[in-house]
């Protein structure tokens, strides 16, 4: 079985839409995040979340805004999509703690905003 | 800027070699940790080394920390073509359990 999963894999879409990716861990954890890679490779946290709070890279766009209807998931809107947009994320989860352990990752979304 | 910054940023050797990756971090961690990032996939851990160990091995990983110098080393011994790939660290430092990723070390293993 899947322990995080994410869809859509592939989002074509155009500049301006709203669109949504969505991300379930069926491993109990507490702390679920998302991350962004561009075209480079790099890997940039944009969010943390557990049932408490909700950290957020200050330099992620408000246009970005995580929604999660239960512990399980963890969903990420965009609004008014950039061309900037484009890159592919991944979703993450792990037993939470202040000691930053092991995260398992999603397969990524790939997003191309045309 | 990246918290960790991986050296080199990229490497090709043959199979059988052993191959060594270097992750220099800025500021004080909890632990360090190592993912692998096949192509076109999402990532999977590792290893973990917290800030009181200085080495560490799973198979044919073996990771060392020197937290005087900011630095860590992947080392894959007796390297192979399934293991090609990309290389991350990763830092914990900050608050909501971030990690923060360095740039990458492209493997090629080259049968």
């Known amino acids: 079985d899947t322990a995080v999963s994410q869809t859509p894999k592939y989002l074509v879409t155009q500049m301006g839409n709203d669109k949504s990716i969505k991300c379930e861990q069926n491993?109990?954890?507490?702390?679920m995040y998302w991350y962004k890679q561009d075209s480079k490779k790099f890997l940039k946290i944009m969010f943390s979340?557990?049932?408490?709070?909700?950290?957020i890279n200050e330099t992620v766009p408000n246009r970005f805004s995580p929604k999660s209807p239960d512990k399980a998931h963890l969903n990420l809107h965009i609004n008014s999509l950039e061309l900037g947009d484009s890159a592919v994320y991944f979703c993450?989860?792990?037993?939470?703690?202040?000691?930053?352990?092991?995260?398992?990752f999603g397969p990524g979304t790939r997003l191309l905003v045309l | 800027s990246q918290q960790g910054e991986e050296d080199p940023q990229a490497l090709s050797i043959q199979e059988g070699e052993n191959a060594t990756m270097n992750c220099s971090y800025k500021?004080?961690?909890?632990?360090l940790q190592w993912y692998r990032q096949n192509s076109g996939r999402g990532l999977v851990h590792l290893i973990l080394?917290?800030?009181?160990?200085r080495e560490k091995h799973s198979g044919r990983l073996r990771v060392t920390l020197d937290t005087s110098k900011k630095s860590s080393s992947l080392l894959i011994t007796a390297s192979r073509a399934a293991d090609t790939a990309s290389y991350f660290c990763?830092?914990?430092?900050?608050?909501?359990?971030?990690?923060?990723f360095g740039g990458g070390t492209r493997l090629m293993v080259k049968p």
């Open positions: 993450a989860s792990s037993s939470g703690g202040a000691m930053q352990e092991t995260q398992y």
């Open positions: 491993l109990g954890h507490d702390t």
């Open positions: 979340y557990n049932n408490k709070e909700l950290i």
């Open positions: 500021t004080s961690i909890n632990n």
């Open positions: 080394i917290r800030s009181n160990e």
């Open positions: 990763a830092t914990g430092y900050n608050a909501g359990n971030m990690l923060t």
